[in-house]
Nanobody, 124 residues
Framework: QVQLVESGGGLVQTGGSLRLSCAAS????????MGWFRQAPGKEREFVAA????????YYAESVKVRFTISRDNAKNTVYLQMNSLKPEDTAVYYC?????????????????WGQGTQVTVSS
């Protein structure tokens, strides 16, 4: 089992940047594909980005492609989400998630392990 803790959220103006981190503990981090999801008030949790267990491939939701970058440092047991050109519609609680597989997935149901989330608020 892996435990996940997100950090790096906060309040930022439109056009600004934030970098989220997700620190993992427990079993071997490099065995897990990782994903970032977000949930805005009154909406379902949605896929943002994902990365394979060795970081060789990544995948993004259309709404964040080009603006967001997912990366990982397996030596530090950490996955990152660099968010640039932020928009008010990016406001949400951001969650990282893990699945014991090489291939990433975009469905909430494909990830058994979740962090507690970190709030990102983008002001207009």
């Amino acid at each position: 089992q892996v435990q996940l803790v997100e950090s790096g959220g906060g309040l930022v103006q439109t056009g600004g940047s934030l970098r989220l981190s997700c620190a993992a503990s427990g079993r071997t981090f490099s065995s897990y594909a990782m994903g970032w999801f977000r949930q805005a008030p009154g909406k379902e949790r949605e896929f943002v980005a994902a990365i394979t267990k060795l970081g060789t491939n990544s995948y993004y939701a259309e709404s964040v492609k080009v603006r967001f970058t997912i990366s990982r440092d397996n030596a530090k047991n950490t996955v990152y989400l660099q968010m640039n050109s932020l928009k008010p519609e990016d406001t949400a609680v951001y969650y990282c998630a893990a699945r014991l597989d090489n291939y990433y997935a975009t469905s909430v149901n494909d990830y058994p392990y979740w962090g507690q989330g970190t709030q990102v608020t983008v002001s207009s």
